[in-house]
C-alpha cells in the first residue's frame, strides 16, 4: 500500500516541480527528486540512501526532494496506520527524523520534515494541508490529490483483506490507475 501512495505523491510533485512551479521550487533551477519507489523512467530506486552529500545518514525518509544551490532539503515520511493510531505514528516518524533534521541544519541546510499519514482506510489527517502548502499545491489540487491518495489506500487495504488467507503472497504491479 505504501509503495503505491508514494507513487501517487511521487508522480503529483513531479508535475508540481514542472508544470505548476511554486514560491519555494521557482527559486532555483537545480531540483532534484528522490522517493524510494521503482519507477524507472523517472530515475526512482528503491532503497536509496539519503543524499549523501548533505548529511551521511543510516535513516531513509520516503521522499527527498533538494536543492543543492539554495541548500535546502524537504522530505516526506509517509505512514499508513489504522485511523485510530494516526497522531502516535506521526509522532513516531517525527522523532525519528527530528535527529536528521539537527544534522542537516547543523551542515548548514535548510530542513523541511514532512511527515504524511493516511490512514488504512482513506482518512487523510489535517496535516495533510501543512504537507501540500510546503509544496505550494494549490488548493484545488491538493483536495484532488487527496481525493485519490484515500482512494487507493482504500483499494489497498480492500486487496490486504481479500488476500488475508493467501497462504503465499503474490507479488502484484503497481496501480496505474488511479481514476474516482
Same mark, same amino acid.
Given at each position: 500500500?505504501? !509503495?503505491?501512495?508514494? =507513487?501517487?505523491? +511521487?508522480?503529483?510533485? /513531479?508535475? /508540481?516541480?514542472?508544470?505548476?512551479? /511554486?514560491?519555494?521550487? @521557482?527559486?532555483?533551477?537545480? #531540483? @532534484? *527528486?528522490? $522517493? ?5 523512467? !523517472?530515475?526512482?530506486? %528503491?532503497?536509496?540512501? $539519503? ?14 526532494? #533538494?536543492?543543492?544551490?539554495? %541548500? /535546502?532539503?524537504? &522530505?516526506?515520511? *509517509? +505512514?499508513?496506520? &489504522? @485511523?485510530?493510531?494516526? +497522531?502516535? #505514528?506521526?509522532? +513516531? ?15 548548514? &541546510? ?17 496535516? &495533510?494541508?501543512? $504537507?501540500? =502548502? @510546503? ?7 491538493? =483536495?484532488?490529490?487527496? %481525493? ?16 488475508? =488467507?493467501? *497462504?503465499? #503472497? ?11
Amino acid at each position: 500500500m505504501r !509503495d503505491v501512495l508514494l =507513487k501517487t505523491l +511521487t508522480l503529483t510533485l /513531479t508535475l /508540481t516541480l514542472t508544470l505548476t512551479l /511554486t514560491t519555494l521550487f @521557482e527559486t532555483s533551477d537545480d #531540483w @532534484e *527528486l528522490q $522517493f524510494d519507489v521503482c519507477v524507472k523512467c !523517472d530515475g526512482q530506486t %528503491k532503497n536509496a540512501p $539519503f543524499p549523501p552529500h548533505i548529511v551521511p545518514s543510516k535513516v531513509r525518509p520516503d521522499g527527498v526532494i #533538494w536543492s543543492n544551490k539554495l %541548500k /535546502t532539503v524537504a &522530505w516526506v515520511e *509517509l +505512514t499508513s496506520p &489504522w @485511523e485510530e493510531n494516526m +497522531t502516535k #505514528w506521526h509522532f +513516531t516518524k517525527h522523532d525519528k527524523y527530528s535527529r536528521l533534521a539537527k544534522q542537516v541544519r547543523a551542515a548548514g &541546510w535548510r530542513a523541511i520534515p514532512l511527515c504524511v499519514e493516511v490512514g488504512a482506510r482513506g482518512h487523510i489527517n489535517h496535516r &495533510w494541508h501543512h $504537507f501540500t =502548502k @510546503e509544496f505550494g499545491i494549490r488548493r484545488a489540487a491538493s =483536495k484532488a490529490l487527496q %481525493k485519490k491518495v484515500a482512494r487507493v489506500a482504500q483499494r489497498c487495504s480492500y486487496y490486504l483483506y481479500c488476500a488475508r =488467507k493467501q *497462504l503465499e #503472497w503474490v507479488p502484484r504491479p503497481l496501480l496505474t490507475s488511479y481514476g474516482d
